[in-house]
């Protein structure tokens, strides 16, 4: 730093790269690339696009140098590692050595561990960020999706009913009801005329109108009863916040990126089904009342292998993975949320379901 001029974040994190040692092959060199990593996600709280051009500089001093392919796995490692410190900790530290940005943090003080360190065995694979935001900035918005289905309602008036009979056809036992406390499972016919005001349903047939919990317990809406998986729901829910609102989700960065560009929620999640749809035929996208979009994939004829191939590519590009359980409740497609609001349905194929 020269006297008391202040010194823009570009130049701080230019000094900070400049000042960290290079990475070497046996030498604790993937610790030393994830540490640069997680400084430049957490510790100077930039988006993963911004992190990789900085981590493609340091890279120039590393033995080898890291693919480019491993370096956009370590951005996004260190932006899905749990940190010891708050995002944006290196931007406000000045004057402290333990902080300066000519004086790296050990990998310790930065991140507890590494996504890729954690058990080989997890099922479902970390957020591909800059994955999700070549899709998203490459791709239409919500307005494209819409034009692009096969059957469009331009009224205002509800076609819940019209839609649960392509997706379901014949009389079978559906799961729904207006929340997660307050649901049954009857033949469609009972329900007709009812779907236009109610919540979630099962995207799924159920086999029985009841069955045992994992408890034991005798319930309406459970696992064991439900059919063979028909289709694949998919929600992508980006938010700036945790559930609890304390703090920023791991969505924040791009959400704001998005922002910035005037890039709507909904126009990525519109971006990310399109996408979607070239590996499982698309049968429709609802909105979910807030702020998601839920697609429904066709998945009937598909291998276990193969369903589970497709989900885990769409939780890598943000895809909420509870949807995987195939007796989740999801929204009912042109329904109605508890606090009334309409779960409008703006993409439906008729052609791609299992009833044509």
Known sequence: MTGSQPISLGERVERYIAACPRAISGQGGHNQTFAVACALVNGFALNCEQALAFLQRYNQKCKPEWSQAELEHKIESAACAKHNRPRGDLINHRGDPQYDCCEPVPINRLATTAPDQRKASSKWPGARFLKIQKIVKAGAGLADLIERSPRRFDDTEPHAEEIVDVLFPGNPLLCAGRSRSAFATRRREVWRGRLAELSLIVP???????????????????????????????????????????????????????????????????????????????????????????????????????????????????????????????????GRRENGARQVCYYFNPQESIGL
């Open 204 to 334: 799924n047939p159920m086999l029985a109108l009841k069955g045992l919990t994992k408890e034991g317990k005798e319930s309406e809406h459970t696992l064991r009863a439900t059919a063979h998986q028909v289709y694949q729901v998919i929600e992508f829910d980006f938010t700036v916040k945790t559930r609890r609102g304390q703090s920023d989700s791991v969505w924040a960065p791009l959400v704001r990126n998005w922002q910035a560009g005037e890039i709507e929620i909904v126009d990525a999640c519109a971006a990310l089904h399109m996408h979607l749809a070239s590996r499982a035929p698309l049968v429709l996208v609802t909105h979910s009342g807030g702020k998601s979009l839920h697609g429904w994939y066709r998945v009937f004829e598909l291998l276990l292998a193969e369903r589970l191939e497709f989900m885990r590519y769409a939780v890598s590009l943000g895809a909420d993975r509870a949807t995987w359980v195939r007796n989740q409740f999801v929204r009912v497609p042109d």
